[in-house]
């Protein structure tokens, strides 16, 4: 089977034509597309990109934290990406003395660059295809025999490839487990942040530009990877040195074109193009505006309090950012699948795919029925699915009363293992201490309404789904009032009390008295036994008709474009610099400039605040050697199939140097997660030329900008 998908992509990929900006394409697999590249003007071989032997593009690129992507720009290992990324370091060296947040950082010279345990930077050593190897021997098997013939496949190929060596080795199914590829990678552990510019430049627009064009923000970091003597990952010593890259992106001054050929090089986290037309039904109808409604209920309560006085304000920022990302995310995607019409598309779709089906009788067999499957599969186990949902924002993302009972029923449960072995005191110490950093962040008030809202709307949803019994018998008025109460869960002083008194005896307290905690247990049992068995039943039978549904794909349609989903490994998107038409009668250019932030803040919203300088700088039209025209260009979108994940990507031109690095998408294009389409999806990027302006000019750090190699 493998063999054929390969042999059929390559043929494909070279008939290709015009519009072949979806898809995230595996690096190593790069060569079948090279044509259809080339045609669009990239001047790249895709040995430039991705080769094994001899350095190439991708040795620029690192899985930055794990989460986001970002890419060296020097010889002396130094590393882009974005503010967002780089936040919480940023945050976690910022203080009122030295608030980098509030004016930015750099550093003079390295000795003043900041170290960040715990952050890694891994680069991919190589991609290997192991397809044949992980599912040799498993035809005709099925269930538990054949998920442990593949587990110990996996587990040798993961041995060999690590004995010996510094990298680690890890195995992805990708389409579903019809291809498993192995990732090597070697991963830095001395991470030092070298500079970032303040958040009036790295988060201007705050949450009112998220998601939005036109944009301008700022939105990069910088860092520097350090490695021992012999250029090796090591853990942070004084005596590592700037590593030294195998490959590092010049950087273009060039004059951008529209139209010209861009590519983004990083490691998308999650899309779900495949998914029945049942399943994105019920996602459009049901789930996503159920999750929406839960996210409006606290974020109403959560933007209240914030403008309610500056504590409030400071102590929620960062929960109502992730908390607005994910709702203003979602919302987008809801208006684009229906202005598209995704499920008339995706129904278009399956009649092919079944009539297709139904010209063979070996595909019939095969095929035929997969699609139907598929959705009696949702209609089967779509209540599941939903009471899983709507469990994660209520029990995870909404009152905070809940994160605090997981908690201390971990830490409880492990109490006689801690007085054993002797290590209940250090354990207080530690639970005081997070306790501690939890209420700084906490109000009372905030939560308790957030409670009130939530559980209302929780069981209004669940409808005749099992409910905890405190939630059937109870109002949530009530709830509320007697939770916020007496629970030692959501106040800090009665908290600190039952810790002061702390015995064998404290869990059982909490299990029978303390309503919050037994709220949490009722809701968390009839989780683990209502809804996770069904929902892992669900996604197991899924993913194995996905499996049936991608394979027919491949054989049946070997004209098309495939692409596996995004599993946050690494993949190259291209596209072209170019705007687009996403409403009727509006015309989003493709770049933004300087005028734009004083524009925006002329407007008087806070989330366009800027510091003195920007407004002297932008005023006097210092725009030293970074302009195109008399222009500053701030940020601008292109035609490339990007994800969460891909923030701080490389944006390349047609020679792979640097033009910008991503980090958003317009909110028209956040659908792409489910279905691109090429003429309204954009992603944004913060064009390199301005992310220098603002070292040099506005920072005064010519210094970096002066280790990077710049093409005119
Ligand atoms: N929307 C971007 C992403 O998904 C940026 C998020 C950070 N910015 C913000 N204003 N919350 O990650
Ligand atoms: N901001 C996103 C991230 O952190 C990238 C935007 C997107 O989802 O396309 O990865």
Redesign the pocket.
Known sequence: MKRIFLVVVIAVASTFSSKAEEGMLIPSLVKAFENDMQAMGMRLSAEDIYDVNNSSIKDAIIHFGGGCTAELVSSQGLLLTNH?CGYSQIQSHSSLENDYLKYGFWAKNKSEELTNPGLTASRVVRIEDVTQTVLFDTEGLSGQERYAKIQAAIQKLVNDAETGTHYTAKIKAFNYGNDYYMIVKETFKDVRLVGTPPNSIG?FG??TD??VWPRHTGDFSVFRIYADQNNQPSEYSESNIPYTPLHFLPVSMKKRTPGEFTMVYGFPGTTEQHLSSGNLKYIMDQERPARIKMREKSLSVIDASMRSSDLLRIKYASKQ?RI??GWK?WIGQLGGLKTVDAIQIKLDREKAYNTMAATKPEWNDKYGSVINDMNALVAKYKQADFGYSMAIEYLSVGPELFGRAREMNKFLSNYTALVERGELDAEIEKQLKSAKGFFKNYDEATDKRIFELLTEEYVKQMGDAPLPSMLENNSAEDLANLIYKKSILTNEARFMKFMNKLGSKSAKFLAKKDPGFMLWSEANTNFMSNVIPDVRTYRSLMEGLLKTYVAGKFEMFPDAKHWPDANSTMRITYGKLEGSAPHDGMQYTEHTTIDGIITKNNSGNPDYDLLPRMKELAAAKDYGDYAQDGELWVCFTGSNHTT?GN?GSPVLDADGNLLGLN??RSWESTMSDFMFDSDRCRNITVDIRYVLWVMDRYSGAKHIVDEMTLIR
């Open positions: 967002h988060k705050g949450d998220n998601w950012a607005a990302n995310k969460g923030s980090f958003d």
